[in-house]
């Protein structure tokens, strides 16, 4: 572990923990949708398809819940079927109260953790637009924590989204991971 990481780790520490973390239920769908949608800078997809990705992508995505057990925050992925090493991870988002604490990082950190042990992923992808810096500063820090490389191309420019204007979509590879 270099110093920096180090540095991170220890910061992270820190913080006290105010939340719980488990894999998310149907019954969250509705509140991670709200989440979503509050976030200001996440493609918002329907509800249905929040109350699927519960149902059915439980195993790699994760929840933090307040002391009540509601959500606050939300980590979504799913192991891709063409590199079954890499988690892709869908969406982060926390809720407008609990930002600022690190808690994107810290479930982004046991969510990897739980799927490298449970299916063995070694690698994470994502795409971020160029215009969503938390979410680049959220997977650059990700990448330095693990002593991870992190790659970045144009996965789907924007002139290939049906809705208008849309920034391209950035894929971020890192890996392999370190623990």
Do not use: K
């Amino acid at each position: 572990m270099t110093a920096a990481q180090a540095d991170l780790a220890g910061a992270r520490s820190e913080i006290p923990r105010s939340f719980t973390t488990d894999a998310p239920r149907v019954e969250d769908g509705a509140a991670i949708w709200r989440i979503a949608r509050d976030s200001e800078v996440l493609d918002l997809n329907s509800s249905y398809s929040y109350l699927l990705w519960c149902r059915d992508f439980a195993a790699t995505s994760l929840v933090a819940r307040d002391e009540g057990g509601s959500p606050i925050a939300f980590v979504t992925g799913y192991v891709r079927p063409e590199r079954p090493e890499a988690l892709v991870v869908w969406q982060v988002a926390v809720d407008a109260s609990h930002r600022g604490r690190g808690l994107a990082g810290t479930l982004l950190d046991e969510l990897t953790a739980r799927v490298a042990e449970e299916q063995g992923i070694t690698a994470v992808e994502t795409t971020v637009t160029p215009d969503n810096t938390a979410s680049d500063r959220l997977f650059t820090a990700y990448a330095a924590r693990h002593g991870a490389t992190l790659e970045r191309e144009v996965l789907f420019d924007g002139g290939l989204f049906p809705d208008g204007v849309h920034q391209p979509e950035v894929l971020y590879r890192i890996g392999p991971l370190s623990p």
